[in-house]
């Protein structure tokens, strides 16, 4: 039996075409008895863009839409309670993981502040494990979050996050792959105190799922559910502006992109100046970093979206923003 990377590039000629043709047809017909059994190279080989990975079949179109647009900003003291749970989620079409939550939710809820407002989080750990929720961005050290927060214990963390940009928050215990690939992440946007321009806004939080237990993520997704932006596109209108608010939260992956087809982008990164740092259609994140990508759709169309690692784009990330 040839190995995959045998079939790719080791054959040529007609004859080796033929063999190959064959070769791919026999595995054709063995990979759709198992195509759900789990996700090998073989099926991935099969599976048409976007639909190699499903979302579960009961989340319909906006069951997302609370962890993907953002709240406006409030003005003043903006205090949250969140809670950290250990529970089963529902990553995928029939695939579940061990998860810890902020919230019971993948990635956490969106947190929005602006500039010399304060955030006020409570944070409850009702899991057996210690956790906890570090801040990214400029604050006092003694609210940063980085200790433990031992088992059925609360901690209040009180900060004027600055300086305006594009965060994440996360538990930061060790070994990091755990806490964040269990799914222990969120985004905090600090508005200016001069507002960027009104724009349709979305959060997009790129994430890795161990649906296996064997320390890898085996499934990709953003907002928390593979497959999902594949199946229930985001939807913006024709030539509005279009802020993304991304992050790189997959904790083994050394780097992940964001890469738009038929349009390109203005790249903010961290979101922190007013400038775009460049205009491209691919913008390279390791992990923790994020942009804000700005863009409009002057035709209305189906644009794709994905990282432009094959394993993460194949095994669940793959997108669609609709211009409408
Ligand atoms: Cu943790």
């Not at 502040?113 to 570090?134: F, I, Q, S, W």
Request: proline fraction near 9%; glycine fraction near 10%; hydrophobic fraction near 40%.
């Amino acid at each position: 039996m040839p190995t995959r990377r045998e079939w790719l590039f080791g054959v040529g000629g007609a004859a080796g075409a033929l063999a190959v043709s064959a070769m791919l047809s026999r595995r054709s017909s063995r990979n759709a008895a198992r195509h759900d059994a789990s996700l090998d190279d073989a099926t991935m080989l099969h599976g048409p863009y976007g639909h190699s990975v499903e979302p579960p079949a009961t989340l319909g179109p906006t069951a997302l839409d609370d962890l993907t647009i953002p709240p406006l900003a409030r003005a003043g003291r903006v205090a949250r309670t969140i809670t950290i749970t250990q529970q089963r989620v529902q990553v995928g079409a029939g695939r579940e993981m061990d998860a810890w939550t902020f919230d019971g939710r993948i990635p956490g809820q969106i947190l929005r502040v602006r500039e010399g407002d304060t955030l006020a989080l409570t944070v409850r750990n009702l899991t057996p494990h210690p956790h906890n929720l570090h801040t990214h961005g400029a604050h006092a050290p003694t609210q940063d979050g980085w200790e433990p927060i031992p088992p059925g214990e609360t901690r209040t963390y009180e900060f004027a996050p600055r300086p305006a940009g594009l965060y994440p928050y996360h538990c930061d215990l060790l070994p990091s792959a755990q806490h964040l690939g269990r799914g222990l992440y969120g985004a905090l946007i600090v508005d200016p105190v001069l507002p960027r321009p009104s724009a349709e806004e979305r959060v997009l939080i790129l994430g890795g799922f161990d649906t296996d237990d064997d320390g890898r993520s085996d499934l990709y997704g953003w907002n928390g559910v593979a497959g999902f932006f594949a199946r229930h596109p985001l939807k913006v209108p024709v030539g509005a502006l279009v802020r993304l608010h991304v992050l790189n939260l997959v904790p083994d992956e050394p780097v992940a992109t964001f890469h738009l087809h038929a349009q390109t982008f203005d790249v903010f990164r961290s979101g922190t100046r007013r400038v775009p740092d460049e205009h491209s259609d691919v913008v390279p994140l390791t992990l923790g970093e994020r942009a804000m990508l700005e863009m409009r759709f002057d035709a209305p169309g189906r644009y794709m979206f994905h990282p432009h690692q094959p394993r993460l784009a194949e095994r669940g990330a793959m997108g669609w923003i609709v211009a409408v």
